[in-house]
């Protein structure tokens, strides 16, 4: 590896933690410093004001505010999230078994959306404006308009209630084996999976045709090179970058889609817990909810950068 | 027996989908009849839209985008390839004939390795084994004069020149030894003293090599130094088709013969007169750089007159224009307009400076909003400055479309309804329209056909004599500055290394840049290409 | 007049019908919507077009004054985040130096959290009103139009037409409105279409999760949260206004994607 690729990787990865850090910022800052009072906020408005007062001191809401975030961030980065207001546990152990299973949920919806889309934006590409491309084209597009909630009941409605195939609620629990655990996910799995599919299948296709209006594709076409080695030899290593940003970002798009899905199935994950306790106005664990889904978000938006930044001819062979 | 490449009546369509029309089929090629002998180089010459890239593809039966092959034969080797199924076709693309592009830099797979390039076609027809092919391509290399022909093939495209990749395209079209080389404006997008170097080695090769070609280009002095015979087109028609002597020394058609006298304006240099600009040990840097891109440049022009910039790309005469405009203000030095001290930056000087001192543009395309009309583009400035409103705004931006030449009817149109010159007319207008002392002219005729070209610059010329309009005019285009300029300053690498009146300038004794440049520029005539390189002083940047 | 196809003319129509719906809503629903006038879940009547709802009121009713709410709401988030991205994004472009960073850098670090997420986050403090919403959404969806109307402002700044202002003396504001503003207006106008279809979205989504519009208040988001329990014991309540969400944003889309094909083809044709 050239030095000039290890530096650029190393720059975007403390790019990115910076920008971690100031996520951090942004999200305390958000859920503190906001004109309604979070004692206020979480009693409502018939709060006595000792009940109050004794709220904000639990809170710790009399300190400044620099000494609350700099206390709350030490705590993060030592493991401790702190503890949840409305039933006192620990956040930190509640969130480590629902976050095993939101990755087991959002693992099955990759490794089946990730292929099926770039195999699909392929043929879409290959046949671009052709019969094959409208209908995938078609289809994308009523789909990218749903919201995953409106998807999830349609799946729910005909596939668990009118047709009996998979149980309408994803119970999982834990000393459950892989394929019973698999079974009970499936359904949200489908739901996921064409919630992602769509965009992730027509960013593949742009990317795809993208590379293929290049003039070194007529060069290759000149050369008398059959249409399966134009595309395997000289537009696909060039796809690669692009269409790994793709898959990238739709991953971190399939962030958002599990929070809903889980409420809609009532899976006993990460979209679920933070749901309940948004609605339970309970800040620690918003914060930390909130942190962990940007954590993933912008993980994931860095690994997307390094394998461009690995995949650029440019930066690998500098001059 | 008959020759290599027979094309005969051949006829090539399109569909074209003008915005918010019908799709309709428009005829690029019509009935065009030409052929190529084995070991012999056809010239197709032609401005843009007359077809000679689109009949340069068809010897290898290829349309680009929704182009078709619908009338006529192309004969290759005896056999009609209109007439060859696409599996056929791949059997003799790459094989029998190959293409050379005018971008190698995007031409080749910025993902892979050259060697692995330019061997591709000779493995993929199985003409030879891979220790062959490499050592006939490392030969090649040589041939053409490429550093290193023995490492060489180990770098990526971005790696090396442009003048370089163009001759590592040309080794990868020769490699499988085809009978034909298409080669499509192989040096245009090239500098000059660049174009020379890649046009020479490309004629070794032929002579070589032995093969035939076919070599496209709109510039006919080019294609006098390599071809034996030349087809001139225009708008998908033949024009004239003969042997490059008789072409050149005795053209029949009036198209043909405008061709060859193109860039022969006479222009009679003018009398020394009281300066109009005067830039004095100007220094110049972008920001957040630590290059000077201009090093203690003086010049002077005359009121009234022209001074050129000549120089590459690269030589910092576009920057001098953003310097004495004042995009870009200079680091150190004075500039002089009008008899008063130009304040360096653009923010602080006054309107009557921004009036008096006006420019136009390269791409009129983009020099024009495209949402306004005529009419306002040319208005804009008559209200700006002069306050002209209504009628008797309008009265003078009419008056002014006649200046240009231009009729009536164009007032209410739009940029996109104008034709490239007519384009250049109207930014050449609203310069005017501010009454200016001095107008830069920033290559304005590089992005035109030849004719067009002319056409401008005799029209620039015209309203010099009319206003007493003085021209800073930059261009890396030498026929051009001897057709118009009364100065020269010649620039390379930032530094104006020559400046004085173009009598002098033009005339030996040489420096050695200077001699490098007006001796690679194209001369319309035989032999020249030889000539040139049979003494030259200094070898060109791009090597 | 250019030739407009059926798929965007199909779009065009049912986007007018839903907004009429919304517009005129005291006026067409034959219910109160907080009336209970049936049994629960009553099927498809005369009575009851689309029957009724999970404690017995008028589903047909409840629907158009769901119209009402998420229309509004999607409506004037899309205004907030076009008026301040745009007016930002343009600035951005043109002034350039430090505002350009600061606002950027800024843009850059909301866009670091998933929208939904953060809008979750702020709604944990926030009494969750309607004005609330607006501007949660329309602040947050504000990033994503100053973004591409910075983008399309830069390629049109360094236009030459827009130097050639400059040289010729003119000020910032004539740069923005004669020289900017028309040639971005096209992309722009494609993009209000889609920013419109997120916010429908997004509120919806919202209101499914029961952090949206809040009750005796409904919208459609909030229609399926409340019949959702239904559709286990087969019913399809929660479905219908499912539907009405997605026909909404797909003849939105239709129309959003004529005009960016518009743009395209007018860009094409200037090229060629």
Redesign the interface.
Known sequence: MGHPVVILVAQRIALGLLLLLAVSVLIFVGTQLLPGDVAQAILGQSATPESLANLREQLGLNEPALTRYFSWLGGILQGDLGVALTNGQDIATAMGQRLGNTMFLAFWAAIISVPLAILLGLIAARYAGRWPDKVISGVTLTTISLPEFVVGYIVLYFIAVRWQLLPSMSMVFPGMGVFERLHAVLLPVIVLVMVVLAHMMRMTRAAILNVMQ???I?????????PFNVIWK?AF??AIAPVVNVVMLNLAYLVVGVVVVEVVFVYPGMGQYLVDHVAKRDVPVVQACGLVFAAVYIGLNILADVISILAN??LR?P? | MPDLLEIKNLRIEATA????EPPRDVVLVDDVSVSVAQGKVLGLIGESGAGKSTIGLSA?A?G?GGVRLTGGQVMLNGRDLLKQGASS???????EV??V?Q?AA???????RLMEQVI??TL??GLMTRDQAETRAVGLFRTLGLPNPETFGA??P??VSGGQLQRAMTAMALCPKPDLVIFDEPTTALDVTTQIDVLAAIKDAIRDTGVAALYITHDLAVVAQVADDILVLRGGKKVEYGTTRQIITDPQQPYTQALVSVRSIDHEEKKEAPSVLSVAQVTARYRGTTFDVLKNVTVDLPAGQTLAVVGESGSGKSTLARVI???LPASAGRITFAGRALSPA?SS?T?ND??E???I?Q?A????????TVGTIIG??LE?YFGLRGDAKRRRVQDLLDQIEMGKGYLDRYP?ELSGGQKQRVCIA?ALA?KPKLIICDEVTSALDPLVADGILKLLLNLQAQEGVAYLFITHDLATVRAIADRIAVMYRGEVVRYGTKSDVLAPPFDNYTDLLLSSVPEMRLGWLEEVLAHRKMESAGN | M??IPISALIGMVLTGAFFACAIFADLIAPYNMAEIVGGVWDPMSDKHWLGTDAIGRDLLSRMIYGAQTTIWVATMATILSFSLGSVLGFLAATVGGWVDQALSRFVDLIMAIPSLILALVILSVMPVTLTVLIMVMGLLDATRVYRLSRAVAVDITV???V??A?????GQSWIIF??IL??ALSPLVAELGLRFIFAVLFISTLSFLGLGVQPPLADWGGLVKENSAGLVYGIPAALIPAMAIALLAISVNLVADWILG?TT??K???GA
């Open positions: 290049s003039a070194y007529e060069t290759a076409e000149l050369k008398g090179l059959t000289h290593p060039n001819p440019r062979h001059k | 989908y003008p915005p918010g290898m290829y680009r076709l791949r059997g003799l693309r790459g094989r190959t293409y592009a971008s995007a031409a080749f797979n910025p993902a892979k591709e076609t993929l027809h770098r990526y971005h790696q405009t004042g995009l653009l000087r309107k921004l009036r001192l006006q420019m543009y791409m395309d983009t020099a024009m909003n495209p949402r306004q804009r400035p700006f996109a609203r501010a | 250019r030739r236009m030459d037409y130097e050639a400059r040289l010729r003396g003119e004669h020289e028309p040639n518009r083809s007018l094409g044709g200037r």
